[in-house]
T-cell receptor, first 111, second 115 residues
């Protein structure tokens, strides 16, 4: 059974810091891995999607890596800003087409 | 903007009642998935509909049921509501069914509170 874990559960940092959020999964048979952002009480916004054959994806200040063999992904946020404050969720997609989510990392960036 | 819409945005029900949540998928998408997100947790897969047929189900009891219509919009029905059903219900659409590498596009969710 696929399980997804995210560490840390919460993070509070001053503006400008570079951050690393971690995601691990137990079964390497995935189609892809996706990072989402969720603002309080809102839906999910897709940030980065990494296919199983890829090693990383970049979008602006965000970079996500995938190591399928070790069951790990990291989301790197450069030069964090207060507007980055949100919950970050990682999810893996299996051959059943469903997404399996971690419990998220709650990020607060203070000025 | 994702193009996936959900209604209503908020809903308050009492234990034992029934509720119907609605989702309109993004144009061109024929697959709809439903997720339940309890407070402080990640979303949990409820079920998926592909071309009007259920195409996979998570660990939810039969009182959670769904429909998909010819225009690919979808409903989630929950009977005999329990307090633990209080959650954010998310709908996601994607352009193809199982074994696809396409992403899913999420709607804003319906917040259900059961008293």
């Amino acid at each position: 059974k696929q399980e997804v874990t995210q560490i840390p559960a919460a993070l509070s940092v001053p503006e400008g810091e570079n951050l690393v959020l971690n995601c691990s999964f137990t079964d390497s048979a995935i189609y892809n891995l996706q990072w989402f952002r969720q603002d309080p009480g809102k839906g999910l916004t897709s940030l980065l999607l990494i296919q199983s054959s890829q090693r990383e994806q970049t979008s602006g200040r965000l970079n996500a890596s995938l190591d399928k063999s070790s069951g790990r992904s990291t989301l790197y946020i450069a030069a964090s800003q207060p507007g980055d404050s949100a919950t970050y969720l990682c999810a893996v997609k299996t051959n059943t087409d469903k997404l399996i989510f971690g419990t998220g990392t709650r990020l607060q960036v203070f000025p | 903007e994702t193009g996936v819409t959900q209604s209503p945005t908020h809903l308050i029900k009492t234990r034992g009642q029934q509720v119907t949540l609605r989702c309109s998928s993004q144009s061109g998408h024929n697959t709809v998935s439903w997720y339940q997100q309890a407070l402080g947790q990640g979303p949990q897969f409820i079920f998926q509909y592909y071309r009007e047929e259920e195409n996979g189900r998570g660990n939810f009891p039969p009182r959670f049921s769904g429909l998909q219509f010819p225009n690919y919009s979808s409903e989630l029905n929950v009977n005999a509501l329990e307090l633990d059903d209080s959650a954010l219900y998310l709908c996601a659409s994607s352009p193809r069914g199982a074994q696809t590498r396409e992403t899913q596009y999420f709607g804003p969710g319906t917040r259900l509170l059961v008293l």
